[in-house]
């Protein structure tokens, strides 16, 4: 059975990463996985916590510091090192086909889980039931950026599918969890 379901991660990863190629959509890609292209839409988003939220924007932070601390050190320094799941682009001589990667992205040598699909859904998870009240779009936007991210990792060569999702169920559940911790910090803050 885990055999079974290797072979379709494979396949499926073989589709994505041959199949849609085009110049356009390798540097789309690309951008995609840069986390310092986001950096703007990062400080925009900690600019509008402190118009909403005010004195409370610390503890917000501080959740948020966690949970990318929390869901980078358990993808990376604990199940990665568990594991040991090569990635594609080191496996290329037993796939069978060339792995195309973007030039210049490097590629070590464990990938499940994937540390952009745990932090990416991890912060989509936490700032999606954050602003949930204030706009139910916030969570699906949030949602679809995460995914736009984790796919860029599968295309890219560098992530398995599984990988991506493996590192989405662990960013989400620790996005709630924190969020969930945030709650109960706020709520004693007000009382």
Known sequence: MVETVIQWDRQLFKWVNQSLYSDAM????????????????????IFYLFYIFSEKVWWILLAVAMLVASTDVVSSHVIKKSVQR????????SLGFVVRQYPGDGCSEY????????????????FG???FDKNKWWLWGSLLWAS???????????????DVIGGAILGASFGYIWWRFLGVKLKNVEA
Request: glycine share 6%; proline share 5%; with cysteine.
């Open 111 to 126: 990938g499940f889980v994937s540390s952009h699909a745990s932090n990416s859904f991890g912060l989509a998870v936490f």
């Open 26 to 45: 390798d540097v789309l890609m690309h951008y995609l996985s840069e986390r310092l292209i986001w950096l703007p839409i990062y400080v925009a988003v």
């Open 86 to 93: 090569y990635r594609p682009c080191q496996e290329k001589a």
């Open 129 to 131: 039931l954050l602003f």
């Open 148 to 162: 736009l991210i984790g796919f860029s990792r599968i295309y890219l060569g560098v992530h398995y599918p599984l």
